[in-house]
């Protein structure tokens, strides 16, 4: 095995350059060593400027995501040995505009996360001496997958929809309305339903799949916003059908 | 939040990159599903062929007589059979597909993708069959 091996990694600086440029670094490859310690061991010992996000080192924070060798990934998750002899190429993740370096812009996910009310909506709450929303184990399974999301953005890197059409509410999104559109407890559904039905809600989805290829917690966002479409398909359906009723 | 906030120390010049027009032929899985999505305008095309043939029908035997000339033609038989392998590939990547869509729970558990994409394999096949034992019998 390599007891080193070279990162060529993303440069941005905007005091001093207009275009990604790359830096070649020769790193240790411990056994052990994910791509994230590579950086960390640029950033402590060899070029102290190098900027990047991380927090937790173990796929929970999602803030490591940045893309190795054209693929988002986390970089906390990303064996160095995996890449053989290198070069690896680290670079910010792509769509999204870059701050600095391997740092991205998050705002609009951030913006289009709270437009479909990732929480509990509840059109009246009982009273407190009722006790808990109790919930059996199967509602529990019902949205227990996309309750894993980690917001790493990883789905909005692969998704070329996102990258072509900027206003796409993204797979992350709608992946976390369906999981509180799915919790037994939620009365939020068709709230939910008015901003992801719009065009650039789910409709702007062609199936390409690759968010739910790239996603590290097994969320599924592909699955998630094809089975939206299947509710808003037959929602729509069931108001020329009975239009008087509510939603 | 401008797209382009003018570069001061107090806020950041941001690096906006543009996807490339061809960025559906860097990978095979892009390629893939770029075909996919003109595998419709096949499907479209067989619409169109199937209502000249109805019309054609509907005219006479001179009318049905003259469409089986011109779709006798090579040109046609060439089209209808690129036409075929996309439809095919349409039908079969919609299979595949169709468990994303549905999560079908029978006894509180999840009814496994296999089997929705088997059930929809199975139904191909039935319509298939009823379909050439229409055509074939007589």
């Known amino acids: 095995m390599a007891e080193t091996i070279k990162l060529e990694v993303a440069r941005y600086r905007p005091e001093q350059e207009s275009e990604l440029t790359f830096e070649e670094f020769e790193v240790p490859c411990p056994r052990e060593w994910v791509v994230l310690d590579g950086l960390n061991h640029i950033k402590d010992q060899i070029d102290g400027t190098l900027s990047f996000r991380w927090s937790c080192r173990m796929g929970i924070c999602g803030s490591c995501g940045m893309m190795v060798n054209g693929e988002p990934k986390l970089t906390c998750a990303t064996f160095l040995t995996d890449y053989g002899l ?162 | 939040m401008s797209d382009h906030p003018a570069h001061t120390p107090y806020h950041p010049r941001w690096l906006r990159r543009r996807m490339s027009t061809y960025w559906w032929l860097r990978r095979w899985r892009h390629l893939t599903f770029i075909s996919r999505e003109v595998s419709s305008v096949f499907v479209a095309w067989f619409v169109v062929y199937f209502l000249l043939l109805v019309r054609a029908v509907q005219n006479g035997s001179a009318a049905y007589a003259a469409f089986l000339a011109w779709a006798a033609h090579p040109l046609v038989v060439g089209v209808n059979l690129v036409a075929l392998a996309f439809v095919t590939f349409h039908a079969v990547t919609w299979f595949n597909l169709a468990p994303k869509a549905m999560a079908v729970r029978l006894g509180g558990k999840r009814v496994p993708g296999v089997l929705i994409a088997g059930s929809n394999y199975a139904a191909w096949v039935v319509a298939s069959a009823g379909v050439a034992w229409i055509l074939l019998r007589g």
């Not at chain 1, 109790?134 to 309750?147: G, I, N, V």
């Open chain 1, 86 to 247: 290198g070069p690896v190429r680290i670079e910010p993740l792509d769509n999204f505009p870059v701050v600095r370096d391997l740092v991205v812009e998050v705002t609009d996910f951030m913006e289009k996360l709270s437009a479909v009310k990732p929480w509990i909506v509840r059109e009246e709450e009982k009273p407190l001496e009722e006790g808990e929303y109790l919930q059996t184990p199967a509602e529990l399974d019902a949205y227990k997958q996309f309750s894993m999301c980690i917001n790493c953005l990883l789905c909005y890197s692969a998704c070329p929809i996102y990258g072509l059409e900027p206003e796409f509410i993204g797979p992350a999104a709608i992946a976390l309305a369906q999981r509180y559109n799915l919790d037994s407890r939620d009365e939020g559904a068709a709230e939910r339903m008015d901003i992801l039905s719009e065009h650039d809600g789910i409709w702007g989805c062609t199936f390409v799949g690759e968010c739910t290829r790239v996603c590290p917690k097994n969320v599924d966002p592909a699955g998630a916003i094809q089975r939206y479409k299947l509710t808003a398909a037959l929602e729509t359906v069931r108001s020329f059908i009975v239009p008087w009723g509510s939603k």
